[in-house]
């Protein structure tokens, strides 16, 4: 056994970047998967002139980058690029006269970009940018009408995340520096253009538009979307943007938000970034949501008619505490923006609706992370991850920042309870608010403000088997969920014959008591089984992204070649990676299952964004 070391020695061990501060080893500030060099130059205000040119699936115009000079002897700013044409650089010099300033851009990798070195013989305070994007820009989609709800606009929108913002603007993309800005954008009239900043519910409709985003954001906040799209209120501050045919339904599923906006601001403080909309995009977001400072992204495969996936809307609320106002600064200490994001989401979840929910969705979430960490090296299942530069991070996305992230913040609830835990977070979020910090910045502030105070509530080695150990420690205790029992025996009755499926009392089961059933289900079904569930609960058929998330791979699994017609439907009218890559996990298992997958893929590869693109394709290209 460990003998206990005092409590400085021990952080030193929890966090071995605090003890190896040398030369060599850069900071865990440090950003590997960014050029920019923040400790020379910073962006302090980005001003953003773009041509939206649906034709040319172009954003074409002028970046003035703002700098904050750091270095005195730096003469060097390195911007993050990927497929962008540069034409012009420019620095406007004290006098207000512009320069031209020598640029060159480095080889491409396929990962970063290009890094857009531009040279200077002095700091200038302000340079300009002339650039277009690339029709394939990582970070934008172009759909043609036919993809969208109305089928008679074009669409098109952006996802920043994690380090696509460099394909539509040359810029620090790196969430360790946090900028404002402001846009002019031009298109074409009938069309309404949306950023992640001042969106004015009543703006007229022209083609013309000017956004300001006031606070500091990272670069991977940055958002733009363009298309047919509406605004109907939710109240005085929050309000859904959509499609006109979608945009009611949206209204209705969605009708809880300000509740939960006060649910927040009760536990976390209040909400700083004014209004809080939502954007419903079509079935290709490649996402279920994506936290958008005052505007968040939506899949609209979470409008089920019966709320019980608004869980999602909690989820990209809670950023605007966890992530967009405390900020991981590089990617490797994600879970301080996911896994305290779902910490949150499950207290908003609790309060709303009531804890029968957010316990089934715990239950949930740690079966996925269960399943998910038995196939993961060990190195990848600890929160504070290890800098990992050649690794892509839209290939790296894991439960392990959400979902064993949120566990240890519900560890500690447990341990030092609400009434210290609660306004620990609450002064967390004020400390650091519009900052970029890292895993041992947040060590340190909970040693001095809530482990200092209650020492004998956790230990030091607790803390580390949490953050730099692989696995869930033996000491955490697990979610569970009363209502999941039921479903388990109901499951268990069917499985052992004593009951048909139609004698089973599911009448008053929602999205989450489906999905505990089929997860439960064995790897395998009998062509009866399948055929008995089919027939009584339509499960082929259903909407529900969740339910068929689940269904399609067993019935896949299984041999049960009558749902391929709708599996074929369904990977083509969705684009959203978490739903459509499980049943292509299933199908590329046989050498059938895989040529299905692949023409089913060649299909829908026109109406993918290009992180779904890339994982399905990944996926087909593995070697069996
Ligand atoms: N910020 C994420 C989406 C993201 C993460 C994009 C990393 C790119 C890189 C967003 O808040 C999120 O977590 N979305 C989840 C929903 C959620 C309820 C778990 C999703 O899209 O599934
Ligand atoms: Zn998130």
């Given at each position: 056994m460990?003998?206990?070391?005092?409590?400085?020695?021990?952080?030193?061990?929890?966090?071995?970047?605090?003890?190896?501060?040398?030369?060599?080893?850069?900071p865990?500030?440090h950003?590997?998967?960014?050029?920019?060099e923040?400790?020379?130059v910073v962006?302090?205000?980005?001003?953003l002139d773009?041509?939206?040119?649906?034709?040319k699936?172009?954003?074409r115009?002028?970046?003035?980058l703002?700098?904050?000079w750091?270095?005195p002897?730096?003469?060097?700013?390195l911007?993050?690029?990927?497929?962008?044409?540069?034409?012009?650089?420019?620095?406007?010099?004290?006098?207000?006269?512009?320069?031209?300033?020598?640029?060159?851009?480095?080889?491409r990798d396929?990962?970063?970009?290009?890094?857009l070195t531009?040279r200077m013989?002095?700091?200038?305070d302000?340079?300009?940018?002339?650039?277009a994007?690339a029709?394939?820009?990582s970070?934008?989609?172009?759909?043609e009408p036919?993809m969208?709800?109305?089928k008679?606009h074009?669409?098109?929108?952006?996802q920043?995340?994690?380090?696509?913002?460099?394909?539509?603007?040359?810029?620090q993309d790196t969430?360790g520096?946090?900028y404002?800005?402001?846009a002019?954008i031009?298109?074409?009239?009938e069309l309404?253009?949306?950023?992640?900043?001042d969106?004015?519910?009543?703006a007229?409709?022209?083609?013309?538009y000017?956004f300001?985003?006031?606070?500091p954001?990272?670069?991977?906040?940055?958002a733009?979307?363009v298309?047919?799209?509406v605004?109907?209120?939710?109240s005085?501050?929050?309000g859904?943007?959509?499609e006109?045919g979608?945009?009611?339904?949206?209204?209705?599923?969605f009708a809880?938000?300000?509740r939960?906006?006060?649910t927040?601001e009760?536990l976390?403080?209040?909400?700083?970034?004014e209004?809080?909309?939502?954007?419903i995009?079509?079935?290709s977001?490649?996402?279920?949501?994506?936290?958008?400072?005052?505007?968040?992204?939506?899949?609209?495969?979470?409008?089920?008619?019966?709320k019980?996936?608004?869980?999602?809307?909690?989820?990209?609320?809670a950023?605007?505490?966890?992530?967009n106002?405390?900020t991981?600064a590089?990617?490797?200490?994600?879970?301080?923006?996911?896994?305290?994001?779902?910490?949150?989401?499950n207290r908003?979840?609790?309060?709303?609706?009531?804890?029968?929910l957010?316990?089934?969705?715990?239950?949930i979430?740690q079966?996925?992370?269960?399943?998910?960490?038995?196939?993961m090296?060990e190195?990848?299942?600890?929160?504070?991850l290890?800098?990992?530069?050649g690794?892509?991070p839209?290939?790296?996305l894991t439960?392990?920042?959400?979902?064993?992230?949120?566990?240890?913040?519900?560890?500690?609830?447990?341990?030092?309870?609400r009434?210290?835990?609660?306004?620990?977070?609450?002064?967390?979020?004020?400390h650091?608010?519009?900052?970029?910090i890292?895993t041992?910045?947040?060590?340190?502030?909970?040693?001095?403000?809530?482990i200092a105070?209650n020492?004998?509530?956790?230990?030091?080695?607790?803390?580390?088997?949490w953050?730099?150990?692989?696995?869930?420690?033996?000491f955490a205790?697990?979610?569970?969920s009363?209502?999941?029992?039921?479903?388990?025996?109901?499951?268990k009755?069917f499985?052992?014959?004593?009951?048909?499926a139609?004698?089973?009392?599911?009448?008053?089961?929602?999205t989450?008591?489906?999905?505990?059933?089929l997860?439960?289900?064995?790897e395998v079904?009998?062509?009866?089984?399948?055929?008995d569930?089919?027939?009584?609960?339509?499960?082929?058929?259903s909407d529900?992204?969740?339910?068929?998330?689940?269904?399609?791979?067993?019935?896949?699994?299984?041999g049960?070649?009558e749902?391929?017609p709708?599996?074929?439907?369904?990977?083509?009218?969705?684009?959203?990676?978490?739903?459509?890559?499980?049943?292509?996990?299933?199908l590329?298992a046989?050498?059938?299952?895989?040529?299905?997958?692949r023409?089913v893929?060649?299909k829908a590869?026109?109406?993918?964004?290009?992180?779904?693109?890339?994982?399905?394709?990944?996926?087909?290209?593995?070697?069996p």
């Open positions: 460990r003998v206990l070391l005092p409590l400085a020695l021990s952080i030193a061990m929890i966090l071995p970047a605090f003890a190896a501060k040398t030369h060599d080893a850069p865990r500030h950003d590997e998967h960014s050029w920019a923040p400790d020379k962006i302090r205000d980005l001003g773009l041509r939206v040119d649906f034709g699936k172009q954003l115009g002028s970046a003035d703002a700098l904050t750091k270095d002897a730096a003469r060097e700013l911007l993050d690029t990927r497929d962008l044409s540069i034409a012009k650089v420019l620095g406007k010099s004290g006098d207000g006269n512009w320069r031209r300033l020598q640029f060159s851009l480095g080889e396929a990962i970063f970009g290009q890094k531009i013989k002095r700091q200038y302000i340079v300009r940018i002339r650039y994007t029709p394939e820009a970070g934008l989609q172009w759909l036919s969208t709800a109305g008679k074009p669409f098109m929108f952006s920043s995340q994690a380090i696509h913002a460099r394909s539509w603007v040359p810029l969430p520096v946090r404002t800005y402001s002019h031009e298109t074409d009239p309404m253009a949306l950023m992640s900043a969106n004015a519910p009543d007229s409709r022209d083609g013309d000017v300001r985003m006031q606070q954001i990272p670069s991977y906040l940055m733009i979307s298309g047919d799209l605004f109907r209120p939710i005085e501050r929050a859904v943007w959509a006109p979608t945009v009611d339904v949206a209204v209705k599923e809880d938000t300000e939960m906006i006060q927040t009760q976390y403080g209040p909400y700083r970034w209004r809080y909309d939502l954007l995009l079509p079935p977001f490649p996402f279920g949501g994506m936290e958008n400072p005052r505007l968040s992204f939506i899949t609209p495969t979470v409008i089920v008619g019966d019980s996936l608004t869980s999602l809307i909690a989820h990209e609320l950023h605007s505490w966890s992530g106002l405390v991981n590089s990617w490797k200490d994600m879970w301080l923006n996911e896994g305290f994001t779902s910490y949150v989401e908003i979840v609790e309060a709303v609706y009531g804890t029968d957010s316990q089934m969705e715990n239950v979430s079966f996925g992370l269960h399943a998910e960490m038995q196939e090296a190195e990848r299942q600890v929160l504070a290890p800098a990992l530069p690794v892509d839209d290939e790296a439960d392990v920042a959400y979902i064993k992230g949120a566990w240890f913040l519900e560890f500690l609830e447990q341990r030092f309870g009434e210290a835990f609660d306004p620990f977070l609450r002064s967390y979020f004020n650091f608010a519009f900052q970029s890292d041992a910045q947040f060590v340190e502030y909970l040693n001095s403000e809530l105070k020492p004998d509530a956790v230990t030091q080695k607790e803390l580390d088997a953050l730099n150990q692989p696995g869930i420690p033996a205790t697990a979610a569970k009363a209502r999941f029992d039921a479903v388990d025996a109901a499951r009755a499985l052992d014959g004593r009951k048909s139609g004698e089973l009392l599911t009448a008053a089961w929602t989450q008591e489906w999905v505990r059933f997860e439960g289900m064995p079904l009998t062509g009866q089984q399948a055929v569930l089919d027939e009584a609960f339509k499960l082929t058929t529900n992204g969740e339910i068929l998330q689940r269904w399609f791979p067993l019935t896949v699994r299984s049960y070649f749902a391929r709708a599996i074929a439907q369904f990977l083509q009218r969705i684009g959203r990676r978490k739903l459509v890559m499980p049943t292509y996990e299933a590329v046989t050498p059938d299952g895989k040529e299905f997958a023409q893929f060649e590869k026109p109406g993918y964004h290009p992180i779904t693109t890339a994982s399905v394709e990944a996926l087909l290209a593995k070697k």
